[in-house]
């Protein structure tokens, strides 16, 4: 991918290690958008896990230390509980075994963070401005800082006043070990990929993925589709999908997408088998048919036994693997077969792989195969648009204040 590999940027570890922290005011954004449960617990803190480097280099340099982040997807201006990243401020207690206040209304300052303080600032989509990259609001919170440190590779396709703004007001602007490491992976996998490369995009998102994949089209040697965006490409080769999530007005762009896939010798595996169920439901009769056998009252929610092995072959060969999206409805065991099969031949493959994006993780996390993919990534549409190759908001500014 042109330019990937020649951003340049700050990095905390070498302000770090040059002892330009310390006394320092040091400013993190980064990802802590965990999934909860209906009673507010984290299920799944893969994220929270991710950004502890960058807050203990900043603590061991000798810096006070804010961080904040998004959770969900509250209004502007309009604090709800649920909102509130207080169960993300115990979680990181536990993980530094130390406390960690939370602070609300912390816009224009009014709290003290000391150096070798840490401080939870509350949910950053809870001020107005924030989503819109409001000037005034990116200067205020510029000012809390000496040092803006971006370590949310999540938010990086989004411009907004924490992801954006502020960078463009701070006093040094750099990335985080994880914002960082991502740039040097994803560089490793998309400038100069060892081939075949393997791009395995899936999930319930079917429209704002199918763009991508448009594009994802024109460079992978080979496409594996699943979830709901399957289904899609199952009605555009002609097949039945039931009462199947899928969106038949877009039929007309996979047909394209199967048709560029080809042109290059490519192609987009459709599935042969498919395991459907008249319910979404831990109690649904799981039954396996043929993809021409799937009946008006049926909806998929996995691949079948044979397509697995299918696509297990294609990810064995592979020189580069690319993963974002589960291929089933894995949390429920007997729709899960399909992304273990898949998990386990990523797991085996000799490739280089990355695989990334929130489903992803909690798939990576139930079959165990954490050690054996080379790189995680924390980031869903942000890993996705950089597989597309658009420049994304946060890059350019940390690029651009390189080295200021």
Request: aromatic share 4%.
């Amino acid at each position: 991918m042109p330019g990937t590999s020649k951003l340049k940027f700050n990095r905390l570890s070498d302000l770090a290690a040059t002892g330009q922290l310390k006394g320092k005011r040091v400013f993190i954004r980064a990802d802590l958008n965990v999934p909860q449960d209906e009673a507010g617990n984290i299920t799944e803190d893969t994220r929270i896990r991710a950004s502890i480097p960058a807050i203990k280099l900043a603590l061991d340099a000798g810096a006070a230390v804010m961080v904040t982040s998004h959770l969900g997807r509250p209004t502007e201006g309009e604090f709800k509980p649920e909102d509130s990243l207080s169960p993300v401020a115990d979680r990181i207690a536990e993980l530094l075994e130390r406390k960690v206040p939370l602070i609300s209304d912390w816009v224009d300052g009014g709290f003290e963070v000391t150096p070798g303080d840490l401080v939870l600032l509350e949910n950053c989509r809870l001020n107005k401005g924030e989503k819109k990259n409001n000037e005034e609001l990116a200067q205020k919170m510029a000012k809390l800082c000496d040092v803006y440190v971006n370590d949310a590779f999540g938010t990086a396709h989004r411009a907004e006043a924490t992801t954006h703004g502020m960078a463009k007001y701070a006093g040094i602007a750099c990335a985080g070990p994880l914002m960082a490491a991502e740039l040097d992976a994803l560089g490793k996998a998309l400038t100069d990929p060892k081939r075949p490369l393997v791009a395995i995009v899936a999930g319930s998102k079917v429209s704002t993925k199918l763009t991508i994949l448009k594009s994802l089209a024109e460079k992978v040697d080979q496409l594996i589709v699943g979830g709901g965006i399957a289904n899609t490409f199952m009605l555009a080769a002609g097949l039945p999908i039931g009462r199947s999530l899928a969106e038949p007005d877009l039929v007309n762009e996979a047909k394209a997408i199967i048709d560029v896939m080809a042109k290059r010798g490519a192609s987009v595996p459709i599935p042969v088998d498919v395991v459907v169920a008249n319910e979404l439901s831990p109690l649904a009769r799981a039954n396996r048919v043929a993809s021409t056998d799937v009946q008006s009252d049926d909806m998929i929610l996995d691949v079948g036994p044979k397509t697995s092995a299918e696509l297990a072959g294609i990810v064995a060969h592979a020189g580069t693997i690319v993963w974002n999206g589960p291929i089933g409805v894995f949390e429920i065991d007997q729709f899960g077969g399909g992304t273990k099969m898949l998990a386990a031949a990523i797991a085996h493959s000799p490739a280089f792989s990355i695989a990334g994006g929130g489903d992803t993780l909690a798939a990576i996390a139930k079959y165990g195969i954490e050690k054996q993919v080379d790189y995680i990534s924390t980031g869903g549409g942000a890993f996705l648009e950089f597989l597309e190759g658009k420049t994304l908001p946060a890059f350019e500014i940390l690029s651009e204040r390189s080295g200021k």
